[in-house]
């Protein structure tokens, strides 16, 4: 084994850093089942078959070996519920005639959160149809939007988990490991963004951007009871320029060094990085110079 590697399980090599990310997914995400814990954390190592499922069964089993050891306590084993956790797709229309014009032509754009089954279900639709990485179930905290203009809808937007490891972010941040481990929650990744094929409205995608940046904090306070301060996002610069990023005034770090969620080398094409500050002492909140607030419900 690597001089980097603690552990070995299913031909997999474990760091003691994704023994870590595996130990804060159970911390910060505690109600998840055990499925739903395995699920997310073969997202977070991208830890797939050669097809792209997840290896949530040998995930599960490696997570029961590191509770016999004491190293996680996993939840307690549900009740297999009758209705079926397989993700669902509808067929999407695609409209006769495309939407152009200019974005003073259309109703105030707004963002509308996907909330319902019914809801959810078309989100989930449109961005396994029209997206270029298709859909990929979240877990954790996370909002799905709809970019609508009266009843129309433009496009879609996904926020969800943050990324464990970026090295060209922690450095831009200025925080350390254990900053990371007690404060990653407050960076949101913008994980999917699609505007539809048919829609062709100039400065609409950054427009969209800049929505969701002055609604995400609010959002997340009424939800999850508290507020990110930074989001993020990363862009494959074989088929993208981010420039709807740029116009919304993301910041530019540099690129990615080809590696995944987890930080591990050759997981991933190298791609560009993004940030976007919701706040002006975002980097004293993720440090812990200065303390966030959370949002007591019982208040109200």
Known sequence: MGNNCVM???ARSFTKEDIELIQWTRAHYPNLSQKELAAT????LEWNTDTGAPKKEPCLRLLKKLESEGLITLPAVKQ???SSNKETFAEIPVPKEEITGCLSDFEAIRLVRAETPEERKRFRSYIETFHMLGYKRTFGSRLFYFIASGDTELGCMQFSASSWALKERDQWIGW???DREQ?????VNNSRYLIFPWVHIP???SHALGLASRQIPEDYRNIYCYEPVLLETFVDP???HGTCYKAANWDFLGRTQGRGRSGRRGDTGEKDIYMYPLCKDFRKYLTGEKAYKRRDPDDE
């Open 203 to 205: 400065n609409l995608a």
């Open 176 to 178: 350390t490991k254990k």
């Open 41 to 44: 954390i073969c997202e977070f």
């Open 238 to 240: 074989d088929h993208f």
């Open 183 to 187: 404060r990653l929650h407050l960076i």
């Open 8 to 10: 070995k399980y299913s």
């Open 80 to 82: 297999d519920r009758k």
